[in-house]
């Protein structure tokens, strides 16, 4: 394949991507990328993960063969959520309701070169996410006073992320390595607010424009629905183009260690943009008002990750990442400004999320059997980026804990499959406190993620 059909594939896989997105688990990010990193807890900061590597640490580039390897892959990610009303005891799970739900679906494709002391590589990675679908007749489509709406309460977020990355090897010991990031994003949301919800968000001047006296006004109002969702394989309800990078490096301290260190910078995203209707639900029935809407800097944060690998023996590999991400600085709120096709106005709304920046630890290790197989365990724990004060049902982003096993099997001495499976233990909390919730809630989050990856080296 020449570099030039490498390259489109690797980003029509990216878009492709969007038929289905995967349930992040740091948050919004993925705990990984590509099968090796994954079986290994997701450690991929100081030792070889293939062409993958570019995602975390584009230093690691040049710890690869001399000469050209593709890879594509795919993730596989089914998720185990339910949330409980706690006065009344209802509950409901997350499943399949329409086309752009789980089991979730995620795209990996990467060609690098390596070229003496440099190496270059072009990818096409999903980086992260969410995804639930509560349907339109649990006790979270209806609106204060009991009233049944059958409205949608839905959620579907889609990171993408294309790395045009290259390492140069200074000398035996160093090597830097950099990338830069083209990035899309989009969003597909469904979201009833109960009318004390909107109350808390006015009180707390977290809902302001001229919309808001006519919602106000409305006799009888019982909540209010965003829906901002296309429910097809390929869009988004709402989506941005923006730019990211990274930076790293890799320190060589003896035949058997090596060191890494490398740092994400915060996403440039623009506002995702796109059309919405807000329906004003009250007793009388339903008033939509279809119009524009904006989901202002809605950013990925900086990260930085320091790691260690170290060779037992020849066979024998043990690795670990720390991580430091920093959520404190890009989701304090989510910002929405929705404005109406017919001039009645606008209303800009803060919804809190006021997220606390995060540490994760990560170990690995790796064994070769023999010189096809090679086996891989991990374990990742992370500190809880989110306050259960303000979590929402639709977003619920809190798995913490994961173990993971994988493997790589060659093929030929070419050809390699790589083969992951993680699994995010349950995480359960609770938010009794409007503007988030009407209803004191439970919410309880696991799932399992198998992936898989071929590559070749020509």
Do not use: C
Not at 364 to 387: E, I, K, M
Not at 435 to 457: D, G, K, L
């Amino acid at each position: 394949m020449t570099t030039r059909k490498i390259m489109a594939l690797a980003v029509a896989s990216a878009l492709a991507g969007g038929t289905q997105m995967a349930q992040a688990t740091d948050v919004f990010r993925l705990e990984g990328y590509g099968a090796i990193s994954r079986g290994m807890g997701g450690t991929a900061v100081a030792h070889d993960v293939g062409p993958a590597g570019m995602m975390t640490n584009p230093a690691t580039l040049s710890l690869m063969a001399e000469g050209d390897q593709a890879m594509i892959g795919l993730d596989l990610v089914t998720t185990d959520i339910t949330v409980r009303n706690k006065t009344t005891g209802e509950s409901v799970s997350s499943d399949t309701h329409s086309n752009n739900r789980g089991p979730y679906l995620a795209p990996e494709a990467a060609y690098t070169k390596r070229i003496g002391t440099w190496s270059f590589g072009v990818g096409a990675f999903a980086q992260g996410g969410l995804g639930t679908e509560y349907g339109s007749g649990s006790f979270l489509s209806r609106a204060n006073g009991g009233l049944a709406t059958g409205l949608e309460n839905s959620s579907r977020l889609l990171v993408l992320n294309i790395p045009f990355a290259a390492s140069y090897q200074i000398n035996d010991k160093l090597t830097v390595g950099g990338s830069v990031d083209a990035m899309w994003q989009g969003l597909n949301l469904d979201l009833l607010l109960g009318a004390d919800q909107v109350v808390s968000l006015i009180g707390a001047n977290r809902a302001t424009g001229s919309l808001v006296g006519v919602l106000a006004g409305l006799p009888g109002l019982r909540g209010a629905h965003f829906s901002l969702t296309k429910d097809k394989f390929l869009a988004s309800g709402v989506d941005a183009w923006g730019y990211g990078g990274k930076f790293g490096l890799l320190y060589k301290a003896s035949q058997e260690t090596t060191l890494g260190a490398s740092y994400t910078f915060k996403s440039q995203m623009n506002d995702m943009e796109g059309g919405a209707t807000l329906t004003a639900v009250t007793t009388g029935g339903s008033v939509p008002l279809t119009g524009k809407i904006k989901i202002q800097d809605f950013q990925m944060p900086a990260h930085v990750d320091l790691g260690i690998s170290h060779r037992l023996t020849q066979q024998w590999t043990v690795a670990a990442d720390v991580s430091r991400v920093f959520w404190k600085d890009v989701m304090k709120d989510i910002k929405v400004n929705f404005v109406h096709d017919g001039g009645m106005g606008d209303i800009n709304i803060l919804l809190p999320q006021d997220y606390k920046d995060q540490t994760i630890l990560s170990l690995g290790t790796s064994y070769a059997v023999n010189d096809s197989l090679t086996l891989r365990g991990g374990f990742r724990f992370a500190t809880q980026a989110l306050r259960s004060s303000t979590l929402f049902a639709v977003i619920p982003a809190t798995p913490r804990k994961h173990l993971s096993a994988g493997l790589t099997y060659a093929l030929s001495k070419q050809a390699k499959l790589d083969f992951a499976y993680s699994h995010a233990f349950k995480e359960t909390m609770d938010n009794t406190s409007l503007p988030n919730t009407s209803e004191p809630i439970e919410v309880a989050h696991a799932q399992n993620n198998a992936t898989i990856n071929f590559r070749y080296s020509f």
